[in-house]
């Protein structure tokens, strides 16, 4: 039985955690399903953006119990490795990814919604990484965190295991807009409609540069821009969009 559900809709795809009854749990059947979902919507040329959610009344409560439970020190390589590699096929996805975050958010589930471009979440969510107080850290994408929120922040949640509200969160910088639960779907995809809307080639281009700067220094930043921008120019869409623009001014 399949765990991640992933729908089309034109340019958008919509990614579905689905196993509401674990509230969405990550064991390693469901990331190996997530890596796989997210390295085929890779390869779809036509795709311009994806919003990822989660079935039912949380995102997700975190890494599988069971399986966390029952981890060696050989066994817990792999899992981590295998969470790891699920949350970098999102982040690595050449389309913006948009995290539609409603109830617990927790976790693997937390680090998973850093690697995404865009958060959006009911005034409902709430987050935490719980790790140390079952005897672990945090770790792969929990690196993630001090870029979102700083590190006193991150640090505090990675050191305390405290649950923090959606308000505090939007307040933190770890989700951008806060929404109803009835108004999150929608939301989410209106800002995927606007996206979807601009040219399919500078999506792209717009995608490599917000990663890559986070790598680099000021300097190389905008040489990677500058080079970005040039390479636009290869093809008519520059020209033809302002001409468009242009001609509707007038």
């Not at 040219?199 to 995608?207: N, S």
Request: glycine share 6%; net charge negative.
């Amino acid at each position: 039985m399949s765990h991640v559900r992933v729908e089309r809709y034109e340019h958008v795809a919509r990614v579905t955690l689905d196993r509401s009854a674990k509230r969405n749990a990550m064991s390693s059947d469901v990331a190996a399903e997530l890596t796989a979902a997210f390295l085929a919507l890779a390869d779809a040329d036509d795709l311009r953006v994806v919003v990822l959610s989660g079935e039912g009344p949380s995102f997700c409560g975190g890494a599988d119990v069971k399986e966390l439970a029952a981890l060696t020190p050989e066994t817990a390589d792999s899992f981590i490795r295998g969470l790891h590699a699920a949350i970098a096929a999102a982040m690595t996805c050449p389309v913006p990814v948009i995290a539609a975050i409603r109830g617990a958010c927790v976790g693997a589930g937390l680090e998973l919604v850093a690697g995404c471009d865009m958060r959006i979440a009911t005034h409902d969510a709430h987050f935490s990484m719980p790790e140390v107080k079952i005897g672990v850290p945090s770790v792969i994408e929990a690196a993630l965190l001090p870029r979102l929120m700083g590190r006193g922040k991150a640090a505090r949640m990675v050191l305390t295991g405290e649950t923090i509200d959606a308000q505090t969160a939007f307040n933190w910088g770890l989700v951008e807009e806060l929404v109803s639960a009835d108004d999150l779907m929608f939301r989410a995809g209106a800002l995927a409609a606007e996206i979807a809307e601009a040219d399919p080639l500078a999506i792209r281009a717009q995608k490599r540069l917000i990663r890559a700067w986070d790598d680099m220094t000021i300097e190389q930043a905008v040489e990677a821009s500058v080079r970005e921008f040039a390479d636009s120019y290869r093809t008519s869409a520059p020209r033809d969009r302002l001409a468009a623009a242009m001609a509707g001014r007038k």
